[in-house]
């Protein structure tokens, strides 16, 4: 399994990933889901199910519902849509990175098809899931980062060696833990430091093809930290849609994926008849102290069924100026100019046909523009924060409206007092429903000299119109990071709690750049150092709904929020009996009496010795002059059921 080292890991039907799911769209889809670890509680996400109606099905822990215990069974019913590809993964605590996760498609039938832009007919249909597999359990890797300890050593165990922060390209930073090995689809192996593999008896993961055909691949990264630049040998990658949203078709030399999105392509089987690497490689070129890094590497088989069944021999594409390379998706702006590629975000994607977004309503309480920045903030120490909160989950999940004033079951955060300082608290941001929501998702960094790290942002119940990218400043020969936008304008803050638009006429359509014809449509989105991401939706799905980085060891440290789409008035109730969870308090009374062995009975209908009506009658009699009686009846009833203590 893996990459051949013996560790712990989570899996689903004994399988690493997890099964995968294939459905039409609108198929009500039913997941009988039993929690056979030990100790751990856990959930379930449909990671791109936009779930209206069913909010509570959503899977997220603390928010969406309670996790499910160990021993303990739990049913998801939901409808699968929008088609494409998506998938599903544990999203409680650091499992997904231990193996819980697998494919979600979602097939279109005719009725969602696009007939003005039909896809081309393919001979085959695959499914290639990236991750990076580490060696210890994630909840080790978890506490060693927020205790800091990565700052001094890989492991607890490797007490003989330092740990440099390693850094992409631009000079940004990239993990605070070593990638260690790469799996596709549960297969890999390790490679050491100088790029030589560890066991080549380790099976990799092959896919058959025949020449002279189309292939379909549908690519997803449930990625715990690193990104992926990905390509196939000698083959074009002809990209079809993101997030399981269609796009025109782009042709690129290669793609690179961040945690939590898809990407569909397909190539053509034209070279000729053989084997060819199918190469994922991290972004990592350099640590902070300059030195220079081999990037992981995470390696597959493109097999021509006529071909010899033996390890490939071919060599990566080379970009030079005659024939430069096209990649799709950078967290950065460019890539050195002798690298002779070209950088294309993923904002110029171009949705298939005219597909404009929401418009901005003439009524301005009908548009809400939203400034949120992913960033590390801290008094002490730095923690994945978002607006300078890092989250706290809460007590109880909102989204199953538990009664009571929220204080009740969160962590309140003084708005005030956290646009200038660091706050540790449950954060929401409150949604008008059927407003037109533009949110600017922006990444500045605290103070001069920390460089940061680029964000997958992840929102959950929605997937949104990317209007825009925005970039820092950039050396355009090296490729160099030099400083955050000017477009943000942090009001003198280092932490950039509150920003926004330095330019004040930017409002609504009116700011420079924006696609209004035909952005692309996604439900994850980088955020790059330095820069912004401009993206536009309705709020049309009442619900509690999380938004967050979906870099795991971010957001499980706190780089969260919620959304509370429309009131609770306009969110639907979860079913009977659905599984509640909370906090548990008891007074120093109520123990007294059980230790006296009283016990406190009550019906549901009859309650004994309450008042349960009480009319006011009143009669007015006229005798000549004007007179009024007033007669109050209370009336009082006992029940005719008799208790009798259990002593």
Aim: glycine fraction near 8%; charge should be negative.
């Amino acid at each position: 399994m893996a990459d051949g080292a013996y560790r712990q890991a989570m899996v689903i039907n004994g399988q690493l990933p997890g099964p995968p799911i294939i459905v039409n769209n609108g198929t009500e889809v039913v997941v009988n889901v039993k929690n056979n670890l030990l100790m751990e509680g856990l959930t379930i996400h449909w990671h791109g199910m936009v779930q209206r109606n069913t909010p509570w099905m959503d899977g997220v822990g603390s928010v969406s519902q309670c996790p499910i215990n160990p021993g303990e069974t739990f049913t998801y019913r939901f409808l699968a849509t929008p088609p494409g590809t998506h998938w599903y993964h544990s999203h409680f605590g650091t499992q997904r990175t231990d193996g819980v996760y697998g494919a979600l498609i979602v097939l279109e039938t005719d009725s969602t098809k696009n007939q003005k832009d039909p896809s081309p007919t393919f001979r085959g249909d695959f499914i290639v899931i990236l991750h990076d597999w580490m060696r210890e359990s994630s909840l080790d890797i978890n506490n060693r980062i927020l205790s800091e300890m990565e700052r001094f050593t890989p492991g607890y165990n490797n007490t003989d060696q330092c740990f440099y922060q390693i850094r992409q390209l631009d000079g940004t930073e990239i993990g605070v833990t070593p990638f260690v090995s790469g799996l596709i689809n549960g297969k890999g192996h390790h490679y050491n430091a100088a790029g030589e593999v560890e066991n080549d008896l380790i099976p990799l993961e092959w896919f058959n093809v025949t020449r002279k055909s189309l292939f379909r691949f549908r690519l997803i990264s449930a990625s715990m930290m690193y990104a992926f630049r990905f390509s196939i040998d000698n083959h074009d990658l002809h990209l079809l849609a993101t997030d399981g949203n269609p796009t025109e078709t782009t042709i690129v030399q290669s793609i690179i994926i961040h945690s939590g999105e898809r990407y569909d392509f397909y190539i053509g089987t034209y070279p000729k008849s053989g084997n060819y690497w199918i190469r994922a490689e991290t972004l990592e070129t350099e640590n902070i102290k300059g030195e220079p890094i081999v990037a992981g590497q995470v390696r597959g088989v493109l097999h021509y069924k006529t071909a010899p069944l033996t390890q490939p021999t071919s060599q990566p594409d080379e970009c030079s100026a005659v024939e430069p390379c096209n990649v799709i998706n950078c967290p950065f702006r460019y890539y050195p100019s002798d690298n002779f590629t070209t950088c294309i975000p993923v904002a110029s994607l171009k949705a298939p046909r005219k597909r404009p977004p929401p418009e901005i309503p003439q009524d301005p309480s009908k548009f809400q523009e939203i400034f949120i920045n992913f960033h590390f903030s801290g008094d002490t120490t730095l923690k994945s924060s978002i607006n300078g909160r890092a989250f706290i989950p809460p007590s109880t999940p909102p989204m199953i409206l538990p009664k009571g004033n929220l204080s009740d079951h969160m962590t309140v955060c003084d708005d005030e007092e956290c646009e200038k300082n660091h706050c540790d608290c449950t954060y929401f941001i409150e949604l008008t429903r059927n407003n037109v929501i533009q949110v600017v998702l922006y990444n500045i960094r605290l103070g001069k000299g920390l460089q940061g790290t680029a964000h997958p942002v992840h929102f959950h119940g929605h997937h949104f119109y990317v209007l825009k990218t925005g970039y820092g400043v950039y050396n355009n020969e090296t490729g160099k990071f030099i400083n955050d936008t000017s477009d943000i304008d942090c009001g003198g803050s280092v932490r950039c709690n509150a920003g926004k638009w330095r330019d004040q006429t930017w409002k609504g359509d009116s700011i420079p750049g924006l696609n209004l014809q035909n952005p692309p449509i996604k439900d994850t989105v980088i955020v790059p150092v330095g820069g912004y991401v401009v993206i536009r939706f309705v709020a049309d799905n009442p619900g509690w709904w999380f938004v967050h980085c979906h870099i795991e060891i971010h957001q499980v440290e706190g780089m969260a929020l919620m959304l509370k789409e429309g009131s609770t008035s306009d969110m639907v109730t979860p079913p009977k009996d659905f599984k509640t969870c909370g906090n548990f308090w008891w007074s120093h009374e109520e123990f007294v009496d059980k230790l006296a062995g009283k016990n406190e009975q009550q019906s549901s209908d009859v309650k004994q010795e309450i008042y349960y009506w009480c009319t006011v009658v009143v009669l007015p009699v006229v005798f000549g002059v004007e007179t009024i009686i007033i007669i109050v009846m209370c009336i009082k009833r006992r029940s005719n059921r008799h208790y009798t203590p259990i002593n």
